[in-house]
Each structure stands twice: as structure tokens, then as C-alpha cells.
């Protein structure tokens, strides 16, 4: 996220990405072991970096090789792409995933606090529903 800027000129990295691997730890550091906070965290900080990069593939093979495989799959796995076209589909991916499911539920909130239009925060309720649905169960 290096010298990436919001459509603001804001910096994306304090801006976004530290709150949410803050909020991340936040709303479940008494729920998981500190390996998979960390791990969160980790995919927290890295979630846009790839939708973000000029260069993907590469960026996908840096990550593997600074992070390793797991943590690679979970940002992967937060990416959006062409298999998941559909936003709930996307979200409903991400909701099988352990780590993926924390760090996107700490992305909406942290999202909502930007005061979206109405269409995306009803857009944004519904993921959480379904995100919330599979933490909780």
C-alpha cells in the first residue's frame, strides 16, 4: 500500500488498513488463539493490496513468498475477481473462511464509517448478516 492514496488524497494505509487490522483484533482477540489474530491481521493489512497492484501476479507471488502460502490463499480469498462477479457470491466465499470472514466484517465496518450511499450500506447489512451468520455459528 505504499504511497497508495484514497480519491480523497488521504493515505490509504493509515486511513483504511490500520483500523482495520486494529478492529480486527478488536472484535476477536477473545474469541481465537493470537496464531490466528495474527494471521488476521496479517490478511487485514494485505486485504486490497492485490484488487489495488498495477501488477497482481506478481504481487500474489510476493506476498506468498514474504508471508507464505496460508496467508496468500486468505488475501486471495478477500479478493475480488472474475469468479465471483456477483457481490453476495463474493461474500458468500469469503464466509467459508475462517480468517477471510474476520477481516471482511472488520472491512464493512470500518467501510460503513465513511457514510456510504444508501444502496451500498444496505448492500453492506446484508453481507454482514451473512458474514455474522457464519461467525456466530
Known sequence: HKDQKRKNGEDYFTYHVLPVSYLVEILFMNKVSKDIINCTKI???LHDTIEMSLTPKRTSKEIENLFGTPIILYVLSLSKNTVNKNYYDYIENISNNNIARKVKIAD???NLHDTPSTK???KYKIALQILWNKELN
Open 108 to 110: 464493512i465496518l470500518h
Open 43 to 45: 490478511a487485514a493489512i
Open 120 to 122: 451500498t450500506a444496505e
